[in-house]
């Protein structure tokens, strides 16, 4: 985000929302540390908060989660995972399946987080990290960064369906459209979505009783998975993350 609106959140007194520290500190993005927040997970000087829009002062409040002291990050990261399938994009699994922040930790120990999941069987491109206002941009609702998915099916897609999610379709009471498609065969197709809802093509694609064999994300915005083999990673360019968040209309 520019300087501007980072300077708008502190106070003159040299404050700043808690949940704004929490996001600059690495630990979640300004919507999840809400969550984290909530659930008491955060101490300011020994003591629990519950609310996300206390003031802190980072220059002198300890602050601490899970009882471990954080503190803003200095140096901003971010990068392009190429996530495999069968991985999670979270901090821990009780089933002890694979996690994608493992596949960052040889390199990368600082807390990083996802910017927009991928469940557990979709691959492809997906970023990771510290920097809680680009996750804020990145995913929120009016941002309309475009993500681009090749979707492989094992019945035939019916360009009705298609056309059908480019103009809205309901599923389950819930609207889900797509910007634009483009067939590449009759089990094939890529589709491109702005807002992209938690599972929206596998349940748009199951409600007309077609068989997901694979989801891939492609690209989004202007970064793409290509080069990036599966389970490997690179930093995101000065300029694909300035034009990543020009992109991000109304975010």
Known sequence: ????????????????????????????????????????????????????????????????????????????????VNKPPKYLCTNEDPEGRPLVKDLLRPIYTQRLFY?????????????????????????????????????????????????????????????YRCKSFEKQGDHTVRVVLEEGKNKEIRRVFLSQNISVKKIHRLRIGNVTVKGLQPGRFRELKKNEVENLLKGAKGS
Do not use: C
């Open 1 to 80: 985000m520019n300087s501007n609106h980072k300077e708008s959140e502190e106070g003159p007194d040299g404050t700043i929302r808690l949940q704004v520290f929490i996001a600059r500190a690495g630990v979640a993005s300004r919507r999840g540390a809400v969550e984290v927040i909530e659930k008491g997970k955060i101490r300011v000087n020994g003591k629990t908060v519950f609310n996300a829009g206390a003031r802190v002062n980072p220059a002198e409040d300890v602050i601490t989660v899970d009882n471990r002291t954080i503190r803003m990050a200095r140096n901003m990261v971010y990068l392009a």
């Open 115 to 175: 910017v927009g999941r991928l469940d557990f069987m979709t691959s492809g491109l997906i970023f990771y990290t510290n920097d809680g206002d680009f996750a804020r941009a990145m995913t929120h609702p009016g941002s309309k960064v475009e993500k681009e998915y090749e979707v492989f099916t094992k019945d035939i897609i019916p360009e009705d369906l298609m056309e059908k999610f480019k103009k809205g379709i309901y599923v389950q009471g819930e609207m």
